[in-house]
């Protein structure tokens, strides 16, 4: 059974940069589009950035120009690289892996997430 372990998370200041991975096991993530979603303190859940199989990126607004999503089919990894962090941005990073190949696709698997904290 599919399932995705997301790392990276941590505390940085604003204008820094983290690199989040999701990483796949027990199955591959290279035929599944694969999202990351932020939850912030009090607020719900949202998605950030998602990668269709076919690679092609999505973002949201909030993200555009400063998050990017990329895969490392070898690795069976899923990249959400950020700069530019705000603390806005903070939060916790979820990945999840979606049951087709398109980001409109239901998610299906969830990882427990990694803590992303902005602070001077």
């Known amino acids: 059974q599919l399932q995705v372990v997301e790392s990276g998370g941590g505390v940085v200041q604003p204008g820094g940069s983290l690199r989040l991975s999701c990483a796949g096991s027990?199955?591959?993530?290279?035929?599944?589009?694969i999202g990351w979603f932020r939850q912030a303190p009090g607020k719900r859940r949202e998605e950030v950035a998602c990668?269709?199989?076919?690679?092609?990126?999505f973002y949201a607004d909030l993200v555009k120009g400063r998050f990017t999503i990329s895969r490392d089919n070898a690795k069976n990894t899923v990249i959400l690289q950020t700069t530019g962090l705000q603390f806005e941005d903070t939060g916790v990073y979820f990945c999840?892996?979606?049951?087709?190949?398109?980001?409109?696709?239901?998610?299906?698997?969830w990882g427990q997430g990694t803590r992303v904290t902005v602070s001077s």
């Open positions: 999840a892996a979606a049951n087709g190949h398109d980001c409109s696709d239901q998610w299906r698997t």
């Open positions: 027990g199955g591959t993530l290279e035929s599944i589009a």
């Open positions: 990668s269709t199989a076919e690679k092609v990126p």
